[in-house]
């Protein structure tokens, strides 16, 4: 509902103001008690993408048949170091700082990058999604299994 009536006037806000009504009314909803998602079905995952995708279009002003993923990836942010440091091509995310450590750190933009952060740089610069996926499953077999 918020989605809708935030795409009725979106044509009336600045992209700074689209943006703060998307992240007030849709993220933070997507955002409370996500740690509660783990385990979620594949088609109630399928279910919120969609409600994210939505939101990315509405702020972007993009047709619902262009592709959202390379927007959403503008959104995330990369890590950039004050000065060159070794792991510069780490592919290393920024991790925001957070005011509530308890709700703060359950929140998805902050556990996200952290997430993958620590993941080993072979898999952050996998080629392809399916090289991603096969090594990201492998990783965690191994650290489920202790091989």
Same mark, same amino acid.
């Given at each position: ?41 594949? %088609?109630?995952?399928?279910? *919120? ?5 939505? +939101? !990315? ?5 993009? &047709? #619902? ?48 990058? %952290?997430?993958?952060?620590? *993941? ?5 610069? +996998? !080629? ?5 996926? &096969? #090594? ?12």
């Amino acid at each position: 509902l918020h989605l809708r009536n935030t795409a009725k006037i979106r044509s009336f806000l600045n992209h700074k103001d689209a943006e703060t009504l998307i992240h007030a009314f849709i993220t933070s909803h997507l955002d409370y008690c996500n740690s509660l998602f783990i385990g979620l079905s594949k %088609k109630s995952r399928r279910k *919120l993408q969609h409600i994210q995708n939505a +939101a !990315a279009r509405v702020l972007t002003n993009t &047709k #619902k048949s262009d592709h959202i993923t390379p927007l959403i990836k503008d959104y995330l942010l990369f890590y950039t170091p004050a000065r060159a440091l070794r792991s510069s091509a780490a592919f290393l995310l920024d991790v925001p700082h957070v005011l509530r450590k308890n709700t703060g750190e359950a929140a998805f933009c902050f556990y996200a990058p %952290k997430l993958w952060n620590t *993941l080993p740089l072979d898999i952050r610069t +996998a !080629a392809s999604i399916s090289i991603f996926k &096969k #090594k990201l499953k492998t990783y965690h077999f191994n650290l489920a299994f202790k091989l």
